[in-house]
């Protein structure tokens, strides 16, 4: 290996790692939500249904992220099951 290819190598080695824990961030390798301190992060059940919304879970298909409260859940959220209403679950933890 010759001078340049050392520095070019030396030069483009920190963007290339950059680049790969950014992927690895985006697509779920990084760090993951932590529980944000004092919320209720107890499971709900829907009273229609019986699903069960798992804060740890999350809700993905509603673009909804792990770690995610029941009360910090959208105005709009429903059931992914029935179309219930966040009214129409109670906690079961």
Same mark, same amino acid.
């Given at each position: 290996m010759n001078r340049r290819s050392l520095l070019l190598c030396a030069l483009t080695a920190p963007l290339v790692l950059d680049a790969a824990? *950014?992927?690895e961030d985006e697509f779920g390798g990084?760090?993951?939500p932590e529980a944000s301190a004092g919320k209720d992060m107890r499971r709900y059940r829907c009273t229609v249904s019986d699903h069960i919304y798992d804060p *740890?879970?999350?809700d993905p298909a509603a673009g909804v992220a792990a770690g995610t409260a029941f009360a910090d859940l959208?105005?709009?959220w429903v059931c992914p099951d029935c179309g219930a209403s966040r009214s129409d679950f109670e906690p079961i933890d």
């Open positions: 824990f *950014a992927q990084g760090e993951q *740890a879970e999350g959208p105005a709009d």
